[in-house]
């Protein structure tokens, strides 16, 4: 991703409505725009999409986080496959009742090993 460049207030104020009819043309794949002074950012102008993912995504690695937490406090470390598993959810590949399904069939397989 190329750094945009920097729209001063006045043209972000009189190309406004260029700008957003911009951003929901490209959607998803929107550049952001950066709005500021003096060369230094000050505000940023994202598509919806782009906003939405960006917040589903924090709120994802947050509960993962959380997840995480929870487990190494009972002295327990997800494997390699459910750190993939973890890192597809954050993403929004996956989604929570897979993510959930995947967990579940391999802890299974792991307890029938330990105990066959």
Known sequence: MRVPEIVTVS????????????????????????????????GVLL???AY???T?????????ESVTGSL?????RPTSASDEDVEAYVRGTLS????VARALARHSA???????
């Open 96 to 99: 929570t009742e897979e993510l």
């Open 47 to 49: 598509s919806i999409e």
């Open 56 to 64: 589903e995504r924090a709120a994802r690695r947050e509960a993962v």
């Open 72 to 76: 190494t406090a009972e002295g327990l």
């Open 52 to 54: 939405e993912s960006l």
């Open 11 to 42: 043209d972000a104020r009189s190309g406004l409505s260029r700008i957003l009819a911009e951003l929901a043309e490209a959607g998803p794949q929107a550049e952001p725009v950066l709005i500021g002074a003096h060369r230094k950012a000050q």
């Open 110 to 116: 792991e307890s029938r090993q330990a105990a066959g």
